[in-house]
């Protein structure tokens, strides 16, 4: 659905209507310069070969010295994995591990593809709700419930998308707990907005959090969202040998591994400096303060203030049952965000793509002037809803 609303808003602008694109989940910023001449030297030093399956040795080691620098976790190269994007890193995960009919706990709202990678694997998602009211955070107790002799993972993303919610080490230490208590369940930490964080606090992640249950941990994460280099696809994982291998067997007979140039860039990105974070994040912060502020101000409209990543997740219950001004009523969020595109020319995505109804996803990933008109147009448009 968020590749869907994006590609409907762009068929709208080609025939000439202003659209104002907020749906999609990519930073609008270049890939820093230090990077892009990485790639540029690759290729002129004839890096254009096939590496080997889990990834370059080169990358590899930046990988682990990048997890032991940020993260305070050891790994060895048999222990790390790189995919083509994360997201080929989580659907590896899900190949290698799910057998029919085995479990995976989901925390919704989820990424959209967290429950189909594990239905494309046979297996069955556990959807659990984690509303407004909770910060969007699964408590430790609704873990525990979901768990049967059949879960196999427990997933959870933080900062997520699509709310934008952290969870805090106490909150991650109770789901621990709970793990604890279930030897065979694993944990799928995807902390691919790692580097997006504005609490001030340092980021938590399961394994070091707990070493107790890293022997089950796999730790994603990835250069998309951070180094802005979202079409260079490289994402990577360290977790325990024997499922690396499982990871590294299903990358062998797929993809073969991301591309040689993209490695050699990753590395310059992981080993480089980072001082064109801190601009990123001033400005991500700024426009996160300002979509909250616009929408707290739209009657119907309730919009928490999220810690990281660049999503907020509105809850608009209040405004469905209400008529268009063409005598249309907004049954869903759904409807509710083809009226923002059709009528308003902005392209937002439905909380129902992200198993949670009754709310829509904006992604500040764009410039202060587009979200300022996007803010304006949704304003208007809601004022027009009776
Ligand atoms: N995980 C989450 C929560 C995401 O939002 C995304 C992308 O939007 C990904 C993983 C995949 O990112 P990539 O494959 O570009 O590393």
Request: charged share 20%.
């Amino acid at each position: 659905m968020t590749r869907q609303m994006t590609t409907l808003g762009n068929e709208l602008a080609r025939q000439g209507r202003s659209i104002m694109s907020l749906s999609q989940g990519e930073p609008d910023f270049d890939t820093p310069k230090h990077v892009r001449d990485a790639g540029h030297a690759a290729i002129d030093a004839g890096i254009t070969r096939y590496t080997d399956i889990p990834g370059t040795r080169e990358l590899t080691q930046a990988i682990i010295r990048k997890f032991q620098r940020d993260n305070g976790l050891t790994f060895e190269a048999n222990q790390i994995t790189i995919g083509v994007g994360s997201k080929q890193v989580l659907y590896n995960a899900l190949q290698a591990t799910v057998d029919p009919g085995d479990e995976v706990v989901v925390a919704v709202p989820a990424w959209v593809s967290y429950p189909e990678m594990v239905k494309l694997a046979e297996g069955v998602p556990v959807i659990l709700p984690a509303r407004m009211d909770q910060g969007f955070k699964v408590t430790a107790e609704q873990v525990d419930r979901a768990i049967t002799p059949k879960t196999k993972w427990v997933m959870l993303n933080s900062p997520s998308n699509p709310s934008g919610a952290v969870y805090s080490a106490e909150e991650l230490k109770a789901i621990a707990a709970v793990l604890a208590k279930h030897p065979h369940v694993w944990f799928m930490s995807d902390d691919i907005y790692e580097k997006l964080l504005y609490t001030g606090k340092p980021f938590p992640t399961m394994a070091a959090l707990v070493p107790e249950i890293a022997s089950r941990c796999l730790t994603i994460n990835g250069l998309s969202k951070a180094f802005a280099m979202t079409g260079w696809r490289v994402g990577y994982a360290g977790g325990p040998v024997d499922l690396i291998k499982g990871i590294n067997l299903v990358q062998g007979q797929s993809v073969s591994h991301t591309s040689s140039i993209s490695q050699a860039a990753a590395v310059a990105a992981l080993d480089g400096p980072m001082d064109f974070l801190p601009p990123f994040l001033e400005a991500y912060q700024r426009r996160r303060d300002l979509v909250v502020k616009a929408m707290n101000e739209i009657p119907g409209v309730k919009c928490m203030k999220p810690d990281g990543a660049f999503y907020v997740f509105p809850n608009v219950d209040a405004l469905l049952g209400k008529k268009t001004p063409a005598g249309k009523t907004i049954a869903t969020d759904l409807d509710l965000c083809m009226y923002f595109l059709e009528e308003a020319g902005v392209s937002v995505v439905p909380g129902a793509a992200f198993e949670l109804p009754g709310h829509f996803r904006i992604s500040y990933a764009a410039s202060d002037a587009a979200l300022t008109e996007g803010m304006k147009r949704l304003r208007e448009a809601c004022s027009r809803l009776a």
